[in-house]
Structure formats: structure tokens, C-alpha cells
């Protein structure tokens, strides 16, 4: 599974960000898509999750202020970031976990400036 991943970039503290990730398989066969990003000298960690069912999880730091939506037409997951800050700055990564297994985007930058 290809994952191509758009839409970082740096904004200032209170800003939108839009972040999107299209998958290479048809959106019956996904189980769950999500982001996740990676600061600097910290782990990964998960951002938002969104199930084949439509439930949405957040991590509790982007909760009222990311949401996390699908195009199921196009196997599509996005990310609205609004009220940024920046303790937001990280690389960020889709993921999905499909029938054919977990699969990592490429990663996107996000800064977020004071």
C-alpha cells in the first residue's frame, strides 16, 4: 500500500493547517486510517484515528482543535489542524491498516512559529 502524504508546511501559532494522505487501495479494504507525528527527540505518537466505521480518537493535546475526516471516494484521510501551536511542530505520518497490513506515509513537516 502507497501512501502520499500532503499539505505541512510552517504557520504561525494560531494558525490552520490541512493535511491530507491518500492511500493506493480501494477504502473497503482499509481497516483504519490515522496520523501520527514525530517531534524532535520524542517518539512517534498518535494525533487522530479515524475507523472503517467512522469513529474518530484524538490524542488528548489536538483534542478541539484537529479533526480528522475521510474521502472514501478517493481512499483519502485529512487532518485540520486549527489553533496551532508550537508544540504542534513535528514531522507528521498517515497510516493505514488494511487487509494487506500497516503501511507508513512519507512523512510531512509542520512548524509552527511563536
Known amino acids: 500500500v502507497q501512501l502520499q502524504a500532503y499539505g505541512g508546511g510552517l504557520v504561525q501559532a494560531g494558525g490552520s493547517l490541512r493535511l491530507s494522505c491518500a492511500a493506493s487501495?480501494?477504502?473497503?479494504?482499509?481497516?483504519?486510517m490515522g496520523w501520527y507525528r514525530q517531534a524532535p527527540g520524542k517518539q512517534r505518537e498518535l494525533v487522530a484515528l479515524?475507523?472503517?466505521?467512522?469513529?474518530?480518537n484524538y490524542a488528548d493535546s489536538v483534542k478541539g482543535r484537529f479533526a480528522i475526516s475521510r474521502d472514501d471516494t478517493k481512499s483519502t484521510v485529512f487532518l485540520q489542524m486549527n489553533s496551532l501551536k508550537p508544540e504542534d511542530t513535528a514531522v507528521y505520518y498517515c497510516?493505514?491498516?488494511?487487509?494487506?497490513?500497516?503501511?507508513w506515509g512519507q512523512g510531512t513537516l509542520v512548524t509552527v512559529s511563536s
Open positions: 497510516n493505514v491498516n488494511s487487509v494487506y497490513g500497516l503501511s
Open positions: 487501495v480501494r477504502i473497503f479494504n482499509i481497516n483504519h
Open positions: 479515524i475507523t472503517s466505521g467512522g469513529g474518530t
